[in-house]
């Protein structure tokens, strides 16, 4: 079946800017999570969500950075203001309901590179 | 504070050379480790899951074990198509659902 996706493919924006990258999960996946990955690092737990809530917003930077998924299904990852040291790949994963008791592999899509010139 | 090293940070190998991937962590209580692949240009690929130590996973060349504090990715017999990232993860019980990621270690195998 159809995996995780995520568009744009790529983004350049200019400092300051405004920019929202879109992911769009696994059908019937109920949790959603994005990560962001420096160029030779390993991906950053930015936020996650199960059903339309935010369960965990720890990784969050700063207030510059927004994440809705309004009908629990597709998810934007806003950011305001944007800076250079934003610049990196932002991936998106899905997997089956959260459970506190149970481990649920997380599938990842093809990530957005953005680029903050 | 959860932390997971990945060493050597690159690998060349012949093909036909085995080799092991390492992965040391530390977790407050884990839940679950697991081993992902990446290709340039493209998301991390689910490989494993391990649960608790001496638990063992096979798929075609790779071999994924588990000890209290380290995990190793064996590779027997590589051939140039598994030239990629590999990445690994930990979850800790009191960390959600949250992945921690090591920085990955980039192999590259050579014809």
């Known amino acids: 079946g159809a995996g995780v996706s995520q568009t744009p493919s790529n983004k350049v924006t200019e400092k300051g800017k405004y920019v929202e990258l879109r992911c769009d999960p696994i059908s019937g996946h109920t949790a959603l999570y994005w990560y962001r990955q420096s160029l030779g690092q390993g991906p950053e737990f930015l936020i996650y969500?199960?059903?339309?809530?935010?369960?965990?917003d720890s990784g969050l930077p700063n207030d510059r950075f927004f994440a809705v998924r309004p009908e629990g299904s597709v998810s934007t990852l806003k950011i305001q203001r944007t800076e250079r040291g934003d610049s990196a790949v932002y991936l998106c994963?899905?997997?089956?309901?959260?459970?506190?008791?149970?481990?649920?592999?997380?599938?990842f899509g093809p990530g957005t590179r953005l680029t903050v010139t | 504070e959860d932390q997971v090293t990945q060493s050597p940070e690159a690998l060349r190998l012949q093909e036909g050379e085995s080799s092991s991937l390492n992965c040391s962590y530390t977790v407050s209580g884990l839940r679950g480790l697991f081993w992902y692949r990446q290709d340039p240009g493209k998301g991390p690929e689910f490989l494993f899951t391990?649960?608790?130590a001496g638990e063992e996973k096979e798929k075609e060349r790779l071999k994924a074990t588990l000890t209290k504090k380290e995990s190793f990715l064996h590779i027997t017999a590589p051939k140039p198509e598994d030239s990629a990232t590999y990445l690994c993860a930990v979850q800790a019980n009191n960390a959600g659902n949250m992945l921690t990621f090591g920085g990955g270690t980039r192999l590259m195998v050579k014809p």
């Open positions: 391990l649960y608790s």
């Open positions: 969500f199960q059903g339309t809530g935010a369960a965990d």
């Open positions: 994963a899905s997997s089956l309901a959260y459970d506190a008791a149970g481990i649920y592999e997380q599938y």
